[in-house]
């Protein structure tokens, strides 16, 4: 058999070498995912979300807070409404609302009475409710002994307490123990008070003019187991009451009390809490129970700014009329005081029980 003849050589167009680069190339293509063409979206115009200027954002807020009192409104009478729907209940809204109590503290008490509390149950069960609420100094400043400074608006009785609370401690240790300050020095009536029972007590007063002078002063009587500080009666609004409070606060060892009257609205007493918070009250002291028949008044202020009571003044006899804060007594004492303010003024039959 003649030889077998080799194969002549492919042109250069049909190069053999190359076709499974090319066959492996167009599987590659056939089988990788078709992509779609990207495209570029137009961006949507911004929305303007932010109004113009102040007087729109302004706007805005005020349609918003009158929404919000829309809402809180329905929301309270519907709370009414269905607390009414027990007798029980409506009862003793009604007599917390008699006793002074802010709404929204007895709504909260209300709420807590169930249903199918019995009629003659129901005053018990609220007063207990109420007595919770209520925020009590846990331990009488008097036993730490100390600096102690009674702030408060005018008239409210400081000067008074201030003799309550020494007679009352000097009882229980000495009169050399206490000291009494008066930084109420514009007033000579005032001053002449406080020195009129410093000299009744035996007890010694001194005054002090300025911040220098009460930080000077307190380091002199530094010795003594109880400083009593009588501030200048002022009110919420005078000018003077700043640099008074900051007289206090520059004094770091000073425990400052609010004296708070009883005998005095709501709002008064809570614009007197708020104004008188930069002296930073570790606590209150309620005057002049005897002169008010809606206690629940000033508990309410005590409660919705969580003021530890620590004492209540019911008259000026000293110092008979100081009396320690317990939420027992104080609850109790709603209905008497209400009573008292009902009973008509007979001199005559006043005259006879004296």
């Not at 008490?109 to 005053?123: C, K, N, S, W």
């Not at 002090?208 to 009666?233: C, F, H, M, P, W």
Request: contains cysteine.
């Amino acid at each position: 058999e003649p030889a077998a003849r080799p194969l002549a050589p492919m042109s250069a167009a049909n190069e053999p070498a190359e076709l499974p680069v090319a066959l492996a190339a167009a599987v590659e293509a056939m089988e990788a995912p078709v992509l779609a063409p990207t495209v570029v979206p137009t961006p949507a115009p911004a929305l303007n979300l932010v109004p113009r200027d102040d007087e729109e954002l302004r706007q805005l807020r005020h349609e918003v807070a009158g929404m919000r009192q829309v809402i809180e409104r329905e929301m309270t009478r519907f709370t009414d409404e269905r607390l009414r729907g027990s007798a029980v209940r409506a009862a003793a809204l009604d007599l917390m609302d008699e006793y002074g109590f802010d709404a929204g503290i007895s709504r909260d008490v209300a709420l807590q009475i169930p249903l199918d509390t019995e009629a003659h149950r129901g005053r018990g069960l609220m007063l207990g409710l109420l007595s919770r609420k209520l925020p009590i100094a846990p331990i009488d400043p008097l036993e730490a002994g100390g600096v102690i400074a009674l702030v408060g608006p005018t008239g409210a009785g400081k000067t008074t307490t201030i003799a309550k609370l020494a007679s009352r401690f000097a009882e229980a240790h000495a009169a050399r123990d206490v000291a009494l300050v008066t930084t109420d020095t514009g007033r000579i009536g005032a001053r002449e008070q406080l020195y009129g029972f410093g000299r009744q007590l035996g007890i010694a007063v001194h005054e002090a003019n300025s911040g220098s002078d009460l930080t000077q002063l307190l380091e002199r009587l530094k010795d003594y187991k109880l400083v009593l500080i009588d501030t200048a009666g002022l009110g919420p609004r005078d000018r003077a009451l700043a640099a008074q409070l900051q007289w206090l606060r520059a004094a770091s060892q000073i425990r400052t009390l609010l004296v708070l009257p009883a005998n005095t609205s709501f709002g008064d007493m809570d614009e007197v809490v708020r104004r008188f918070s930069a002296a930073n009250p570790q606590g209150v002291v309620l005057s002049k129970l005897d002169e008010t028949g809606r206690f629940g008044t000033a508990l309410s202020v005590a409660v919705d700014h969580r003021l530890p009571i620590t004492w209540v003044t019911d008259g000026q006899d000293v110092p008979e009329d100081l009396h320690r804060a317990t939420a027992a007594n104080l609850v109790l004492r709603l209905e008497d005081l209400r009573r008292a303010a009902d009973m008509p003024c007979n001199p005559e039959l006043n005259h006879a029980v004296a």
